[in-house]
């Protein structure tokens, strides 16, 4: 089985955000896998184990997310390709992203692409579905269960909080949700064997883009910070005083009750 | 300049939900006096018609199909795209929702068109509408426009934009047929999980608890409130690791994020993951037994104490007032 796996560099869930002249800095941040990306390697790594096949992780960035990518090839990804953009395109979006990943893919005659359901950096969950339709393959978002007997493709999505069976077939892009499986963590072998894995770099050129295909549709005007909260109420008294303090707070000063 | 604007109306136990009352009102912003038209998919959806235009739709198009009884991306894309060919909207408004989240991709993809997806606020009006939305998680936040002419896309996050008063207002409804065909997924059942079928992400109030519940019938308490209040049911990621609860209650920068008006936090400490996911809510309320708890720190009003204590006294107060 051919077996794709979109993945995005992304700041460290624990990183505090600075923003300076309308841009969230990057210096001395921690970046990761996308933490769904994981569930979606991880879920590939599991597919390729039991039907045979190869499992290549792609993502669009700079030579900085090689590093996202040897990871991947450590967990068990067999071919790495970076789409290396740095040169050339200067505003992304999803359509941009979208649009790369599509002419990467089209002739690849993959039978099945997984992704993260959003990214936790800007959050839009759009890059799956449109890459699905610009190569006119079916997709799923937020997988919890995924089955692949013959031609059939077994699938539990998450939908707010309900969960919906399905049946669909291959070729078949589906993007994962927390749930999935538990990501495994890079085995110390994994990691000296990912060094001699496969990774390819490609530029918009290789591919074959002008720039001003993938030039961005929408554009970001202004980043900030939510204003600071003040600092809130700690109540006091005996436990039932301030239980009943609360009620009365919550129904006359905040009024949402 | 006035612009035609689609808003796809949404109905959820057969009634429709509150964010499609939501996204008319933001498309009403977006038109600048323009026309907003409302469009329902599925079975038997005529009914609602009326309703979405007491919420101020200008009109509203019906598409009833059998195969449109379930969401499906295939499905719902082509009745949502034969509208979109009759009427040739300026722009288009969805819930960020299930559907809207799955369907609103497919849709700028064939357009072509960007989309601004999760929108919390909208600046301006017409043409000079400027989008906001969180960025990691509510840890910041973009202003958003579209760069060129093309097709306005956004999606809007439950329970940010106001909805319109409902009044009598008057507009046709009317139907349009559409042959929907090559569904490629097919859907089996839907296992309900969540409680009462009040959803995370649109519940006004929300209570959620954290290691400090200690088991899943630690979380009864919290469900007893959540369900006088009409609210929902939350966890952190430890309850969750901890396998107290479902991943799908899970709020924080993996899992859900949520902008409730009211959030208790009960035995929550307050990682900065969690708090990515639910401090933008309007009032929250944290009951911790550590007065240390960083949870404190974004809460409107705080209790030190133990949430077994302290809950079912909430429940009982309210249970008086209510």
Redesign the interface.
């Known amino acids: 089985m051919n077996i794709y796996v979109l993945v995005k560099r992304t700041f460290d869930t624990e990183e505090k955000l600075v923003v300076s002249g309308g841009q969230i800095q990057e210096d001395g941040a921690e970046f990761i896998i996308n933490p769904y990306d994981e569930y979606a390697i991880e879920e590939a790594i599991t597919v390729r184990d039991a039907h045979g096949g190869e499992v290549t992780v792609v993502t669009i960035g700079d030579e900085e997310a090689e590093k996202q990518l040897r990871t991947a090839l450590a967990m068990g990804a067999d071919k790495a390709v970076l789409i290396n953009t740095e040169d050339d395109v200067e505003e992304m979006d999803q359509f941009t992203a979208a649009y790369i990943l599509a002419e990467y893919l089209k002739d690849k005659e993959a039978d099945l692409i997984l992704a993260g359901n959003v990214a936790i950096d800007g959050g839009s969950g759009q890059v799956g579905p449109r890459v699905a339709d610009l190569l006119d393959i079916n997709y799923v978002t937020t997988i919890t269960s995924l089955e692949i007997e013959g031609e059939t493709v077994k699938i539990v999505r998450d939908i707010e909080g309900d969960a919906e069976e399905l049946e669909t077939s291959l070729p078949l892009l589906v993007t994962a949700q927390q749930g999935l499986n538990e990501p495994r963590y890079p085995s110390l072998p994994g990691i000296m064997k990912a060094k001699k894995k496969p990774l390819e770099e490609l530029e918009l050129d290789d591919l074959d883009i002008d720039e001003e295909d993938v030039e961005a549709k929408t554009e970001t005007i202004e980043v900030y910070l939510p204003p600071k909260k003040q600092a809130g109420r700690i109540l006091e008294g005996e436990i039932p005083s301030q239980v009943s303090e609360l009620v009365s707070l919550l129904r006359s000063e905040a009024k949402v009750i | 300049m006035s612009k035609k604007v689609l808003v796809l109306g949404e109905t959820r136990e057969g009634a429709l939900r509150n964010v499609s009352f939501e996204a008319i009102a933001a498309a009403k912003k977006i038109s600048g006096g323009g026309e907003v038209v409302a469009v329902l998919l599925g079975e038997a959806v005529s009914e609602f018609g009326n309703e979405l235009v007491a919420y101020g739709a200008d009109r509203v198009i019906t598409v009833e199909h059998p195969h449109l009884k379930s969401y499906t991306?295939?499905g719902y894309g082509q009745a949502f795209m034969a509208v979109v060919d009759q009427e040739q909207p300026e722009a288009i408004v969805f819930g960020h929702?299930?559907v809207g989240?799955?369907l609103?991709?497919?849709i700028?993809?064939?357009l072509?068109?960007?989309?601004?997806?999760?929108v919390t606020d909208i600046e301006g009006e017409g043409a000079d509408a400027?989008f906001i939305?969180?960025?990691?998680?509510?840890?910041?936040?973009?202003?958003?426009?579209?760069?060129?002419d093309?097709v306005v896309f956004i999606t809007v996050r439950p329970n940010n934009i106001a909805p319109l008063e409902r009044e009598e207002r008057s507009g046709d409804v009317s139907s349009l047929s559409v042959d929907i065909t090559n569904l490629?997924?097919?859907?089996?059942?839907?296992?309900?999980?969540?409680a009462e079928g009040v959803?995370?992400?649109e519940a006004?109030?929300i209570i959620a608890g954290g290691r400090g519940v200690k088991s899943k019938e630690g979380f009864e308490p919290l469900q007893e409130l959540a369900d006088l209040?009409g609210g929902a049911v939350g966890a952190s990621r430890g309850a969750c690791d901890a396998d107290y609860c479902?991943?799908?209650?899970?709020i924080g920068?993996?899992?859900k994020?949520v902008t409730p008006?009211?959030y208790i936090a009960a035995g929550i400490s307050g990682a900065?993951?969690h708090m990515?996911g639910m401090?933008?809510s309007?009032?929250?309320?944290?009951i911790n037994k550590d007065?240390e708890a960083n949870i404190?720190?974004?809460?409107?009003?705080?209790?030190?104490?133990d949430l077994f204590?302290?809950i079912p006294?909430?429940t009982e107060?309210?249970k008086k007032?209510?």
């Open positions: 991306s295939d929702t299930a989240k799955d609103s991709p497919k700028a993809s064939k072509q068109t960007g989309l601004i997806s999760d400027v939305r969180p960025i990691y998680s509510g840890k910041a936040f973009e202003k958003v426009k579209l760069k060129e093309g490629r997924t097919i859907i089996k059942n839907v296992v309900r999980k969540s959803d995370l992400s006004k109030v209040l479902d991943y799908s209650l899970q920068q993996t899992g994020v008006d009211l900065i993951q990515a401090s933008n309007k009032v929250i309320v944290a007065p404190f720190k974004v809460a409107d009003y705080g209790i030190v104490g204590d302290v006294l909430l107060e309210f007032v209510m």
